[in-house]
C-alpha cells in the first residue's frame, strides 16, 4: 500500500512568490494535517483538515492556507514568500482525527531565495 | 504553556542498549509518539503510546509514565543504521492531530 505522497519533492522560490504543495493521504485515511519543519528543530504544526474542513491551526499568518479535496488529498499555499518560509513542509494522515497512528510522508523542501 | 524535553545528543557503540528520555508539560493529553527522522528525510513513526507501561516492536520499546509526564524510547542492539535523531511529540487535545514536537534527539551510533 503507499505511504503519504507529496508533491513536488524540492522546489526553488524567489521571495514574493507563491507556491502550492500537494498531498495524497494513505488510502482510507480522512484526516491531513499539515506541518513545517526548519533545519534543527522538530516539525511544527500549520493545520489540520478533517472532512473538507479545517480543524486545526497553528500560528501561522494569514499567508499561508490549505484545502482538502473530496478525494482527502490536500494542498498547502504560501503566499508572499519569506526567505524564512524555506524549510521542509510535511503532510501527515491518520485515519481519524485525533485517535490513533499519524504517519508523514517524504515532505517537500522549499528554498527561498 | 506547552514544553517538551529531550537530549540533544547521544552516542552509543553498535549492539549496545540506548534509552533516550522525553518529558512533557502540555496542556492535556491524547497519545505520546515517536518518531526516527534520518538527516534530509521525513520523520518514520516509531511508536504511539496512550496508556501507561511499556510498548515493544522489536528491537525498539517506549514507555509511557502520564502522572509523572515522563516517556522513554529504547532501542536495542543498536546498528549503525539506528543513527538519526528521534523525536518525542505529544498530542495534546482531542479532535485533532495537532502534535507538539521536541527538538529531537541526535543519535550517533560508532562501530
Known amino acids: 500500500d503507499a505511504g503519504v505522497t507529496q508533491s513536488p519533492t524540492h522546489l526553488i522560490k524567489t521571495r514574493g512568490q507563491h507556491v502550492t504543495l500537494r498531498c495524497s493521504p494513505i488510502?482510507?485515511?480522512?484526516?491531513v494535517s499539515w506541518y513545517q519543519q526548519v533545519l534543527g528543530q522538530g516539525p511544527q504544526f500549520i493545520f489540520q483538515y478533517y472532512e473538507k474542513e479545517e480543524r486545526g491551526r497553528g500560528n501561522f499568518p494569514d499567508r499561508f492556507s490549505a484545502r482538502q479535496f473530496p478525494n482527502y488529498s490536500s494542498e498547502l499555499n504560501v503566499n508572499a514568500l519569506l526567505l524564512g518560509d524555506s524549510a521542509l513542509y510535511l503532510c501527515a494522515s491518520s485515519i481519524y482525527r485525533g485517535a490513533g497512528e499519524l504517519f508523514f510522508g517524504e515532505g517537500s523542501r522549499l528554498t527561498v531565495l | 504553556g506547552q514544553n517538551i524535553d529531550q537530549p540533544t545528543e547521544m552516542t552509543a557503540t553498535e549492539g549496545a542498549i540506548v534509552q533516550i528520555n522525553c518529558t512533557y508539560q502540555?496542556?492535556?493529553?491524547?497519545?505520546l509518539f515517536w518518531y526516527q527522522q534520518h538527516a534530509g528525510e521525513a520523520p518514520t513513526f516509531l511508536s504511539y503510546?496512550?496508556?501507561?507501561g511499556l510498548e515493544e516492536k522489536g528491537r525498539f520499546s517506549s514507555f509511557l509514565s502520564r502522572s509523572k509526564g515522563y516517556s522513554y524510547l529504547l532501542l536495542k542492539e543498536l546498528q549503525m543504521k539506528d543513527s538519526a535523531s528521534y523525536l518525542c511529540?505529544?498530542?495534546?487535545?482531542?479532535?485533532?492531530?495537532?502534535?507538539?514536537f521536541g527538538t529531537g534527539t541526535r543519535l550517533q551510533v560508532f562501530p
Open positions: 503510546n496512550v496508556l501507561d
Open positions: 502540555t496542556s492535556g493529553f491524547n497519545g
Open positions: 511529540a505529544v498530542r495534546p487535545l482531542y479532535n485533532t492531530d495537532k502534535l507538539i
Open positions: 488510502s482510507g485515511h480522512k484526516s
